[in-house]
C-alpha cells in the first residue's frame, strides 16, 4: 500500500471538541462569518460566528496550526514588527501563539513574542461576533427570530468581561401538539491580560509595547450558558495535552479500565492494525456527553462530530454493542438513556407511539423551539429492536441480574410496539412515518433517497427492509433466552416462537434463487424490491438466513460491483441508482462492514472474514490519524484508484465508525463471553497479517483475563492464559450462536480447554 496518503473529511474545516462544544475553525484558524461550517458551537448551536486575531488591522501569516488532541489546539503565527526593515518576516518576528482547549466552551491563551533585538509596539485586535444560530439556519440563510443583547464592562484589576444574551420563543402548532417554547443561551468572555483592551462594536484591541525577547500574555474564557445556567469551562491555562479538570480524570480512569490491545509491534500490518484499535479507544472515549454521566460505568455517546453531536439512540446502542470487549459503560449508558426516554404517548408530530424509543434528541435552536420535532423524534425502527438485543449482549457480559433487571419492560414494550405499529398483515416490518418533518426511511439507512428498486426509482412507504425482519428476528431471539433466566417463561416461548415463525417467512419470501441472494425490501405493495445491496450482509449475521443460502449470499457480497476494495459498498455499482459519494446509495460504512466480519465466522467463513477485514484497517490507515470517518467513497480500489473518494460531510470522529474495530477484533478471535455461567468462549482465526493479539483486562462477569492469541506456521490459532482473576471457565469452542460446530467437535473442544490443552 502506498504510504503517502493522508485523507481528513471536511478537509477545509478543522475540528477540536469535548462534550457538547465543538469548535470549528478554518485552515488559518480563524472564523469568519460567511463560512457556514465555521463556529464555536456549543449544544449544536452557533455561539461565536466571527473569531480572528490581527496585528496592526492585519491577520498575521500562519506558520503552522494542528489539533494536539481531540479536546485542543495550537497555532503559531508571525509578522515583522511595524519598524522591521527586513523583506523576510521569519528573520524578524513578532510570535502569535494560540492555544485553545475545548469543553464545555472555550479556554483561548495568547502568547505575543517579541523575537527581535529592538523594542517594538503594535496593536493587537480580537475581532468576535455570536449570533447563536443553528447549523441549518447558517447554511440556508434563514433565521428564528431572538433578542441577542452585548454588555461590556470590567469586573476587576485586569479582568473585564463581555457577555452575550440571547432570548427567543416559538408559539407553535404542529399537528396538535401545541405550546411556546422559549430559548435562551449566552457566552461571557472572561478576560485576563495586563493591558486594558479598547472596546468596539465587534472587537478588543490591546495597545502592546514590547522590549526584545519580551511576552504579553492574555486569558480568554468563554464560557456558554443554557437556559441560564453556566456549562463548565477548562480551568487551567495552556491544557493542551491534560490537565487536572474533571473531563481528564473521568477519561483516564475510562482509558485505564477498558480492555487494553496490544499487536505485534514490529514493522509489519499487525502494528498499523494496534494503532487503529488504540484510536478507536481514543474516539469512543472523545466522544462521551459528560453531562448526562450515572457514575463513572454508564455514560452516554454522542454519535459524531461535528454535525452530531448530540443524541441518537441506534448509533448509541450500535456503537455500545460492537464495543461490548471494550467496556460495557456504553451499554450502560444507552440502555438508561432510552428506558428513561421510552415514549409512553402517541404523537404523530414526533413520529411517537407507545414503546417506541428515541432515535435523536437534538439541541440546536431550530429544535428547542419546535420549529421542527428533534428535540425529542422518534421515527425509527432500529433504536426498539437493537434494545433488547444489547440488553442480551449487556446480561451476557456481565452476569448481573440487578445490572439486567430495569430493561426488561422496556425491552418488552419496544417489542411490542413494533408489532402493534409495524408488523402488517404481509407478515414482515415496515414503516412509515406520520410526521410532516419526519424521517422518509426509519431502517438503518434513513436517507430519504436510500431504498430503490432495480431500475433505480425510489420506493415509497409503507416500506421494509431485510434488515429490519432480521433486527426484529434476532430481537426476540437474544431476549427470550434471557427471559428464561429472569424466570419469564412463557413470554420467552412466546417470543422464540414468533422469532421461528418471522423465519421461515423471510427466508420463502426475501430469497432470490436466481441471483443467489437477498431481496433489499418490501414495497408498499407487498412486492420484493430486487436491487443489490448491502443489506443481506446484516441478515447473515442475525441468522435469520437460511444456513445453505450463507455461503452464496457472502460470495455475492465479495463479487467488484459491491465489495470496492476498501469494504462492502451500500449499492452495487451496477445499480442505475449508484453514486460512489451519496449517502446510502454507493459508499462504504464502516459500522455495517464491522457486522459482516462477524457474519463470515459465525458460519466458518474464514478467507472472507480476512479479506473484507484487512480492507477495513488498511481503509482506516488512509486517513489521518487512523480513524474510519463516519462513511467514505465506493470507488473501486485499483491502480486508477488508490485511495476513495470521500463523502464531504462524514463526521469524524465518529460512534459506530469507532467502534466497528473491536467487533472486527472480536470476530478474529471468536470471543463471546456468557458471564451467567462464567464461562468465556473462544475460536480464534487469525490472519497471516496479524499474527499475535495480546489482550489485557478483558473482563467477563466479576472475573477478569489477559490472553495472548498467536498463529502458527501450519495456519493455527493458539492461545495462553496469562493472568486470570476471578472464576471464569475458558472453553475453545464457537459460541453458543454460531452453527460451525457439532456436538461432538463442542463436547471434544470443551473437555480439552477444561484439561488446559485447547491453546
Not at 266 to 281: P, T
Not at 332 to 337: F, K, N, P, T, V
Not at 478 to 489: P, T
Not at 699 to 707: E, F
Amino acid at each position: 500500500m502506498p504510504t503517502r496518503i493522508r485523507l481528513r473529511p471536511r478537509r477545509d474545516t478543522l475540528h477540536v471538541s469535548r462534550g457538547r462544544t465543538v469548535f470549528a475553525c478554518g485552515s488559518d484558524g480563524s472564523i469568519r462569518p460567511d463560512r457556514a461550517r465555521e463556529g464555536l458551537f456549543v449544544y449544536q448551536t452557533r455561539t461565536l460566528s466571527r473569531y480572528r486575531w490581527c496585528i496592526d488591522g492585519e491577520q498575521p501569516q500562519l506558520s503552522e496550526q494542528s489539533a494536539v488532541e481531540q479536546h485542543s489546539w495550537l497555532g503559531y503565527y508571525f509578522q515583522a514588527p511595524p519598524e522591521c526593515k527586513s523583506a523576510n518576516p521569519l528573520q524578524e518576528t513578532i510570535e502569535l501563539r494560540i492555544s485553545r482547549v475545548v469543553g464545555e466552551g472555550m479556554h483561548e491563551d495568547v502568547d505575543v513574542t517579541n523575537h527581535t533585538q529592538k523594542s517594538t509596539s503594535f496593536t493587537l485586535t480580537l475581532e468576535a461576533d455570536a449570533d447563536f444560530a443553528a447549523r441549518d439556519e447558517v447554511e440556508n440563510g434563514r433565521r428564528q427570530k431572538g433578542e441577542l443583547r452585548k454588555e461590556w464592562h470590567r469586573i476587576g484589576d485586569g479582568e473585564w468581561q463581555w457577555s452575550f444574551d440571547y432570548h427567543a420563543q416559538h408559539q407553535y402548532d404542529q399537528q396538535g401538539d401545541r405550546g411556546i417554547a422559549r430559548l435562551h443561551r449566552g457566552l461571557v468572555l472572561r478576560l485576563r491580560c495586563d493591558s486594558e483592551p479598547a472596546k468596539s462594536d465587534d472587537s478588543l484591541s490591546f495597545r502592546i509595547q514590547l522590549n526584545p525577547h519580551q511576552t504579553w500574555k492574555a486569558c480568554l474564557v468563554w464560557q456558554p450558558y443554557v437556559e441560564g445556567k453556566p456549562l463548565p469551562v477548562e480551568p487551567c491555562c495552556n491544557a493542551l495535552v491534560c490537565s487536572e479538570s474533571e473531563w481528564n480524570r473521568k477519561t483516564k480512569t475510562f482509558l485505564a479500565g477498558a480492555t487494553h490491545i496490544r499487536t505485534t509491534e514490529a514493522g509489519d500490518f499487525g502494528a498499523d492494525v494496534g494503532r487503529v484499535l488504540e484510536r478507536s479507544r481514543l474516539d469512543l472515549a472523545a466522544l462521551r456527553l459528560f453531562d448526562l454521566d450515572e457514575g463513572s460505568d454508564n455514560w452516554k455517546l454522542a454519535a459524531g462530530i461535528p454535525t452530531y453531536l448530540a443524541l441518537f439512540g441506534r448509533d448509541m446502542l450500535g456503537a455500545a454493542w460492537q464495543a461490548s470487549m471494550l467496556s460495557l459503560d456504553m451499554s450502560r449508558g444507552a440502555l438508561s438513556l432510552l428506558a428513561k426516554t421510552q415514549t409512553n404517548e402517541t404523537n404523530d408530530w414526533r413520529d411517537a407511539q407507545p414503546g417506541r424509543m428515541l432515535h435523536q434528541s437534538d439541541t440546536d435552536p431550530l429544535s428547542e423551539l419546535n420549529f421542527r420535532p428533534r428535540s425529542l423524534y422518534f421515527g425509527n425502527f432500529t433504536s426498539p429492536v437493537l434494545f433488547p438485543i444489547v440488553a442480551s449482549q449487556l446480561w451476557h457480559w456481565c452476569g448481573d441480574k440487578a445490572m439486567v433487571q430495569p430493561y426488561i419492560k422496556p425491552a418488552l414494550n419496544a417489542l411490542a410496539w413494533a408489532d402493534k405499529y409495524c408488523l402488517d398483515d404481509t407478515g414482515f416490518y415496515r414503516y412509515t412515518t406520520r410526521s410532516i418533518q419526519g424521517v422518509k426511511n426509519q431502517a438503518w439507512k434513513d436517507s430519504s433517497d436510500a431504498i430503490v428498486y432495480p431500475d433505480g426509482s425510489q420506493v415509497e412507504n409503507p416500506l421494509g427492509t431485510c434488515e429490519m425482519q432480521a433486527f426484529a428476528y434476532a430481537a426476540k431471539l437474544h431476549f427470550s433466552e434471557l427471559l428464561w433466566w429472569f424466570g419469564h417463561a412463557g413470554e420467552a416461548r412466546r417470543l422464540h416462537r414468533e422469532a421461528k415463525e418471522l423465519k421461515e417467512r423471510f427466508n420463502s419470501f426475501f430469497w432470490m434463487e436466481d441471483v443467489g441472494y437477498l431481496a433489499m425490501a418490501i414495497d408498499n405493495h407487498g412486492q420484493p424490491v430486487k436491487s443489490i445491496s448491502s443489506d443481506p450482509g446484516h441478515c447473515t449475521l442475525s441468522g435469520i438466513v437460511e444456513a445453505e443460502f450463507v455461503p452464496r449470499i457472502v460470495s455475492r457480497m465479495m463479487r467488484p460491483d459491491l465489495f470496492s476494495g476498501w469494504g462492502v459498498r451500500t449499492l452495487s455499482s451496477e445499480h442505475p441508482a449508484f453514486n460512489p459519494f451519496a449517502y446510502h446509495r454507493g459508499t462504504v460504512w464502516p459500522v455495517e462492514n464491522g457486522s459482516f466480519v462477524l457474519a463470515m465466522a459465525r458460519y466458518g467463513l474464514h478467507p472472507e472474514m480476512w479479506r473484507l477485514a484487512r480492507a477495513l484497517f488498511e481503509a482506516a490507515t488512509l486517513f489521518e490519524y487512523d480513524r474510519l470517518p463516519e462513511v467514505f467513497g465506493g470507488h473501486s480500489r485499483d491502480q486508477s484508484h488508490p485511495f476513495p473518494g470521500i463523502y464531504d460531510r462524514a463526521d469524524s470522529p465518529q460512534a459506530w465508525s469507532a467502534s466497528a474495530p473491536f467487533l472486527v477484533l472480536q470476530a478474529l478471535l471468536g470471543i463471546y463471553a456468557y458471564a451467567p455461567m462464567n464461562v468465556l468462549f473462544l475460536d480464534p482465526w487469525l490472519p497471516d497479517w496479524l499474527p499475535q493479539v495480546t489482550i489485557e483486562g478483558l473482563r467477563v462477569g466479576q472475573a477478569c483475563v489477559d490472553l495472548m492469541f498467536r498463529r502458527s506456521e501450519d495456519g493455527r490459532t493458539h492461545y495462553e492464559v496469562s493472568e486470570l482473576r476471578g472464576d471464569l471457565h475458558i472453553l475453545r469452542q464457537p459460541s453458543p450462536w454460531s452453527i460451525t460446530a457439532d456436538w461432538g467437535e463442542r463436547v471434544k473442544d470443551a473437555v480439552a480447554s477444561l484439561l488446559g490443552t485447547a491453546g
